[in-house]
């Protein structure tokens, strides 16, 4: 069969076609297609769903096709038409506002011929809807990996701060993987030293191939008595764990004379003094915000008499607009266990309300639950100067500029320009007030860090000096 081009095949196949079944052939084989003229007035609608979300479309007919777009898709009508005669255009997208107040996205094409347009379009809330759905799954992912990175954080934490001397064997059972400053205290080495030792090294006459097998059956191993080198005896006890397809062992050693643990209480009282004294509030609550302790500090803040009054109270009776600062703070603490230089104010049972920052961590893995705050009461000047900068200066300009424009375009345009001016102030505050550290940025706008670099490159804003970190 010979070759033909397909000038050849549509007048092989498409010559008996009447323009009704044209028309129907190309509005079935899109979701829209329109007749605009050489003026590009809409004179023709055709919708393949006429009950679905284009049911507003044959109202088109007679407007400019230019009018039924929003502002930013003007440029790409246009475009659409000034495409030569016949060649087809490419695909370019363009929204139409609806009623509802979300935009209407639509890819276009025209074919351009005797002086008028045919458009086929494809509704594009299908794919939009798949494009949501992974933005879902990226946040979802995201937040599951900070929600590991802080139990890791907080197990780690627990593993150093142990009293108990723990170590991690490898696979084997022969060298050491890991071990924890009281491990290295009991055994009289640094921790760099201890890694990849033999914990046999330590320990006089001991096999502990036997203890170790038992402890690979049964899941866990009986305690064995054991003497280190210079002739102390401990307790010993080895515990199996897989880390992914590999197996470790958690040994745990225990001084039979229990003053060779490390005393931690002087040190632990010293953390508790320096906490009394601070010149920065320090508030420990239960997971439901009511006060359990509160140092000096922040009984001077509040104006109260002693930290008696203070106990059982709801932290929000000072802290921030009530029912609702504390309220996105518990919030970010159950989602993220953390929150850094919170920005809200302190209001005492006395005088005007005081600037502060917050930073709070959630102990929900402590007994009984608990959250930590601490906060710091910032300068006034600093707190003015911030302000002036961020918000009166540009803000009041812009507000000006905006209030001219009223009357000149639909209402939608100014809320959408005012909406990115007040995003991308509150971005700048955000960058100045973490010192252009990104990551605390991202935590104190309650933003993911992917997220944060998106509405940066789109308001142009500065960050190759920021920090990750």
Not at 91 to 120: E, K
Not at 156 to 178: N, P, T, V
Not at 248 to 261: A, C, E, G, N, V
Not at 375 to 393: D, H, M, P, Y
Request: a negative charge; hydrophobic letters at 40%.
């Amino acid at each position: 069969m010979a070759d033909k081009n397909p000038a050849t095949l549509g007048e092989s196949y498409f010559a008996d076609l009447s323009p009704a079944q044209l028309a129907t052939i190309i509005s079935g084989a899109n979701d829209l297609a329109l007749i605009v003229d050489s003026q590009g007035v809409v004179q023709d609608v055709a919708v393949e769903d006429p009950k679905g979300a284009m049911a507003g479309a044959p109202d088109w007919v007679g407007q400019p096709w230019v009018d039924t777009v929003t502002v930013e898709s003007r440029p790409k009508i246009e475009a659409l038409m000034a495409e030569q005669e016949g060649s087809p255009s490419r695909w370019r997208q363009v929204n139409h506002p609806t009623n509802s107040g979300l935009d209407l996205p639509i890819m276009y094409r025209t074919f351009n011929c005797q002086g008028h347009a045919i458009v086929v379009g494809k509704d594009l809330r299908p794919l939009s809807q798949v494009q949501q759905q992974l933005l879902d799954v990226q946040h979802s992912m995201e937040n599951e990996y900070a929600r590991l990175h802080h139990a890791e954080t907080r197990y780690r934490m627990l593993f150093q701060l142990a009293a108990e001397a723990i170590l991690i064997l490898d696979a084997d059972g022969r060298s050491i993987h890991e071990a924890n400053p009281a491990a290295a205290q009991l055994l009289g080495e640094s921790v760099a030293k201890l890694v990849r030792r033999s914990l046999a090294d330590y320990l006089q006459d001991i096999d502990l191939t036997e203890l170790l097998a038992e402890s690979r059956s049964a899941g866990q191993g009986r305690e064995l008595k054991v003497k280190l080198q210079d002739g102390r005896e401990c307790q010993l006890s080895a515990t199996l764990l897989r880390q992914d397809d590999a197996m470790l062992y958690l040994i745990h050693l225990t001084p039979s004379d229990r003053q060779l643990l490390p005393d931690r209480s002087d040190e632990a009282m010293s953390t508790l003094a320096v906490v009394r004294e601070s010149s920065d509030g320090f508030v420990i609550t239960d997971m439901d915000g009511l006060i359990l302790a509160g140092n000096e500090a922040f009984v001077r803040m509040c104006q109260l008499g002693s930290e008696s009054q203070l106990k059982n109270q709801p932290l929000e009776r000072w802290l921030g607009r009530s029912g609702v600062d504390m309220r996105v703070i518990r919030k970010n603490l159950s989602q993220r266990g953390v929150v850094r230089q919170y920005s809200t104010t302190v209001s005492p049972e006395f005088g005007t309300p005081l600037e502060v920052e917050l930073s709070g961590v959630s102990a929900s893995d402590a007994e009984p639950p608990c959250l930590g705050f601490v906060i710091r009461q910032l300068r006034s000047a600093s707190r003015g100067e911030t302000e002036e900068k961020f918000v009166k200066q540009p803000l009041g300009k812009s507000l000006e500029q905006m209030t001219e424009l009223v009357g000149r375009v639909p209402l939608k345009d100014l809320v959408r320009e005012t909406t990115d001016l007040i995003e991308r102030l509150c971005i700048q505050a955000a960058l100045e007030l973490t010192t252009n550290n990104r990551a605390s940025a991202a935590d104190m706008l309650g933003l993911s860090r992917q997220s944060l670099y998106v509405k940066l490159r789109r308001y142009g804003i500065a960050d190759g000096n920021g920090s990750d970190k």
